[in-house]
């Protein structure tokens, strides 16, 4: 049995693992609440110099590191202090929330693996695991306002608490050898952890009990709910066991998935502009210009199309297959700038320019399947048997169109 | 989550009811309230809302649910597909999720 919550590592579509210190527990990291320096131009460097007066000491300061600013102080415990954190949003942690939406820096945006504590917690008090991707941290501790708790960060290697489940990197293992290096045992004297529901696809409960001697409740799945959780004495109601997947979640995905375009538009708006040349007199740079300047503006419609709105209209869209939604979107968006160039373009080009972003908006919203908390794999995979042979085909049947209309001088 | 359905009929889960020893951890774990606890069993109630997440199945104590669980996008099964399951990847900078 004990094999099962050894959960073979998964890979997937999740940020990659970038853990230079992939030996979990044996290694001893900078201590929790702190994290590497790396100062630019020696802001403080006036400081002593110039008249001006020299700034308190800073107890917690250690060379080479600099403290995070949702550190408030320092408790002692037995194996090394223990940092306390605000619940209040800082400055910093908007910013950082801001880039990791946008993608940027978001596969390092983690905290240091190791106990926390938030407001004044005793051996009574209850103890938090969550992922040290930050964003995972910031949820937890914001919705921590009042309560006195210790916080258990378990090293996700910066990923979120359910991708990382699922990548078997939030494990049993994982979580009791946390619970041994913090040496929590001496620190409360409960023996439970609260852990987030979606953790649950990678970690076994019984596997902690097993290992750490701790027990497991499953906290809710959403932190805003953690409160109400630990007022009802830890029963979660059924709506704190539901995933969601509301209009703000969805549209927080879309800069994600706008991100994952760069690469291929590399590639394929030169070749759009390329096949927009080809005509009556073999290659005409004017036509490559004029007419793939035309499109450029269908593929701009394809991705808002099926990167965009089909995400942000996902539950309006007709059909249960992403394919069909992602196409369905595609012809509206199709229909628009055939509406917009109407009298500049040939019926042939309005019928190419619709199939291509028809095609092209099916396969993108195809995509967004991987970032949806309720698409099953072996469902996708069937949906993506008997798409891709159509999209493919769409695709095809569109540059053979358009080229067409590029022979027929329109 | 009752306006998000997905495809019917094409989730891998198994369920041995006769396994079951009625703890009720799966119907805790699962995000979409697949199983629900009624007279000590858990009764599958509704198969075609899971997503293969595979949390009930590795909580489960007596084995009595198998899963295949797995990632649902695009990008990881076509690599699955060429290069084969064992060595599946998104490609590029792979944060998807």
Request: net charge positive; with cysteine.
């Amino acid at each position: 049995m004990s094999t099962r919550f050894a959960r073979q590592t998964m890979t997937s579509c999740c940020p990659e693992e970038k853990d230079p210190f992939p030996s979990s527990c044996t290694y001893q990291k900078a201590p929790a609440g702190l994290k590497a320096d790396f100062p630019i131009f020696g802001g403080d460097s006036s400081a002593c110099c110039g008249g001006q007066t020299p700034k308190p000491d800073f107890p917690h300061e250690k060379p080479g590191y600099r403290l995070w600013g949702f550190v408030e102080n320092f408790l002692p415990a037995p194996a090394s202090p223990v940092p306390r954190v605000r619940s209040q949003m800082s400055r910093e942690d908007r910013r950082g929330t801001l880039f990791a939406r946008l993608g940027i820096g978001r596969n390092s945006y983690r905290i240091a693996p190791g106990l926390y504590a938030i407001g004044a917690p005793d051996a009574q008090s209850p103890v938090m695991v969550t992922a040290n991707y930050k964003l995972s941290f910031d949820f937890l501790r914001f919705h921590l306002t009042g309560v006195n708790a210790w916080i258990l960060v378990v090293n996700t290697r910066g990923i979120n608490v359910w991708c990382a489940a699922g990548k078997g990197i939030f494990s049993a293992q994982e979580v009791a050898c946390r619970v041994q290096a913090a040496r929590l045992v001496d620190i409360v004297t409960h023996r439970r952890l609260v852990l987030p529901q979606l953790s649950a696809t990678g970690v076994s409960a019984r596997g902690v009990k097993k290992l750490c001697g701790f027990e497991v409740v499953w906290g809710p799945v959403h932190a805003k709910h953690i409160k109400e959780f630990l007022d009802k004495q830890m029963k979660a109601t059924p709506d704190m066991r539901r995933v969601t997947f509301t209009l703000r979640e969805r549209v927080e995905l879309i800069p994600v998935e706008l991100g994952h375009m760069g690469k291929p538009t590399l590639y394929l708006v030169p070749a759009l502009f390329l096949l927009s040349g080809v005509g009556q007199g073999i290659f005409s740079v004017g036509s490559a210009v004029s007419r793939g300047a035309t499109v450029l503006l269908a593929y701009i419609l394809a991705i808002a199309a099926g990167a965009v709105l089909a995400p942000a209209l996902l539950p309006w869209l007709p059909g249960r297959a992403f394919a069909v939604k992602g196409a369905v979107i595609g012809a509206a968006a199709g229909a628009l700038l055939s509406a917009l160039f109407a009298g500049q373009l040939a019926w042939l080009e309005m019928l190419a320019l619709t199939i291509f972003i028809m095609a092209a908006s099916s396969y993108l919203t195809m995509n967004f399947t991987g970032s949806t908390p309720y698409t099953s794999p072996s469902g996708v995979e069937k949906e993506m048997r008997k798409a891709i042979p159509v999209q493919a085909l769409g695709a095809l049947a569109a540059v053979a169109l358009w080229v067409s209309a590029g022979f027929m001088g329109s | 989550m009752e306006d998000f359905r997905y495809l019917p009929g094409a989730t891998s889960l198994v369920y041995d009811k006769e396994s079951c020893v009625g703890c009720g951890s799966c119907a805790i774990v699962c995000p979409h309230g697949v199983f629900v606890m009624n007279e000590k069993k858990a009764h599958l109630v509704d198969k075609d809302g899971c997503m293969e997440c595979g949390a009930c199945a590795l909580n489960c104590p007596t084995e009595a649910i198998r899963v295949t669980p797995g990632v649902g996008c695009a990008a990881y099964i076509i690599s699955g597909w060429i290069h084969g399951k064992e060595n599946a990847s998104c490609g590029g900078e792979g944060d998807c999720c």
